[in-house]
């Protein structure tokens, strides 16, 4: 099993650019999310997905949109890249078992908005 | 929603000594509260977690404790070695209209120095 993999582990872009985050696992888990991380904030929730056509925001939505079209895929795009997305992101799967999340994370992609 | 409190943000040990971080969290209806080491850049890790039907959980030099009624969590990390230095994440989550998501105190930088 490969896990949770994310690409790209960099990327820098101008403001006003766009892209999107790949975030793809194969340990067919319900729950799939995606957090920044940047100094002294700890791990912030940005989207998140409890199965294939659900979404719901976490609690640093703004700029940023996410679908779920399959178990594995779960893409987080950048609409119009601004200085303050500059953070680590991670993308995160999870199952609840016996009330327990237990989250496995990606390698993190460190992305840089000029 | 949820709010998870870390203290302290930061924590020196000497190599040999105990480390003991805490965490606070606001919802009742929380039952579930993991500890992640994060590692300067690399991803977060579960080290141990503990679900509310159990006050105290063991593994070699770690623990946590759990008291529900005062809302509190702690990780207790006994004769640290200078491996242990890292950054470390309690987290809480609940069964109900948040599933899937986990909520993160800010982390705590621990260094053991030899």
């Known amino acids: 099993n490969a896990g949770v993999t994310q690409t790209p582990k960099f990327q820098v872009l101008k403001t006003g650019q766009s892209m999107t985050l790949q975030c793809a696992q194969d340990m067919n888990h319900e729950y799939m999310s995606w957090y920044r991380q940047d100094p002294g904030m700890g791990l912030r929730l940005i989207h998140y997905s409890v199965g294939a056509g659900i979404t719901d925001q976490g609690e640093v939505p703004n700029g940023y949109n996410v679908s779920r079209s399959t178990t594995e895929d779960f893409p987080l795009r950048l609409l119009s890249a601004a200085p303050s997305q500059t953070s680590v992101y991670f993308c995160a799967s999870s199952y609840e078992g016996g009330g327990a999340n237990v989250l496995t994370f990606g390698a993190g992609s460190r992305l840089t908005v000029l | 929603g949820e709010n998870v409190e870390q203290h302290p943000s930061t924590l020196s040990v000497q190599e040999g000594d105990s480390a003991v971080i805490k965490c606070t969290y606001s919802?009742?209806?929380?039952?579930?509260f993991p500890w992640y080491k994060q590692e300067l850049g690399k991803r977060p890790q579960l080290i141990i977690d503990i679900r509310s039907n159990v006050g105290e959980k063991k593994d070699q030099r770690i623990a946590v404790t759990l008291n529900k009624t005062a809302k509190h969590f702690s990780l207790h990390i006994t004769e640290t070695h200078p491996e242990d230095s890292a950054v470390y994440f309690c987290?809480?989550?609940?069964?109900?209209?948040?599933?899937?998501?986990?909520?993160f105190g800010r982390g705590t930088q621990l260094t053991v120095w030899p």
């Open positions: 919802d009742s209806a929380s039952n579930y």
């Open positions: 987290a809480a989550s609940s069964r109900g209209s948040t599933l899937g998501r986990l909520y």
